[in-house]
């Protein structure tokens, strides 16, 4: 388990800069703004926690990603204006409140690959 913890706390940190740099990424259809960025960031957070929890077979390093990867933005969220990374529009909040949705889904998904108790 302490294996899983140190490689998602890196996978988490990766994560939450690499999102954080994509999820403000828009494509204008129609006269309309698409966040794919956020969609992309949040793709992105539920393939790493789908790695982590296949790979060390616990749900442990699944929740500690998802955890420091929303602490991480959400910190990055209350700075003060001018140093503020992921601001309240749409692509935010989608990649902000996404982080919980997509943790909680991958917790559920990354029950079938636990380790039977015995």
């Known amino acids: 388990m302490a294996g899983g913890v140190a490689a998602a706390v890196p996978a988490a940190l990766f994560v939450a800069l690499a999102g954080t740099a994509l999820h403000r990424h828009d494509l204008v259809l ?23 929890g296949a790979a060390f077979r616990s749900l442990v390093p699944t929740a500690v990603c998802g955890a420091l990867c929303y602490s991480l933005t959400g910190w990055w969220s209350t700075l003060e204006t001018g140093k503020r ?21 991958m917790l559920a998904w990354c029950r079938r690959y636990r380790q039977p108790p015995g």
């Not at 992921?86 to 889904?105: H, P």
């Open 30 to 52: 129609g006269g309309m703004d698409i966040p794919w960025g956020a969609a992309a960031a949040l793709l992105l957070l539920g393939s790493v926690q789908l790695w982590l």
């Open 85 to 105: 990374l992921v601001i309240g529009d749409a692509a935010g909040n989608i990649w902000v409140f996404g982080i919980a949705g997509i943790t909680m889904l």
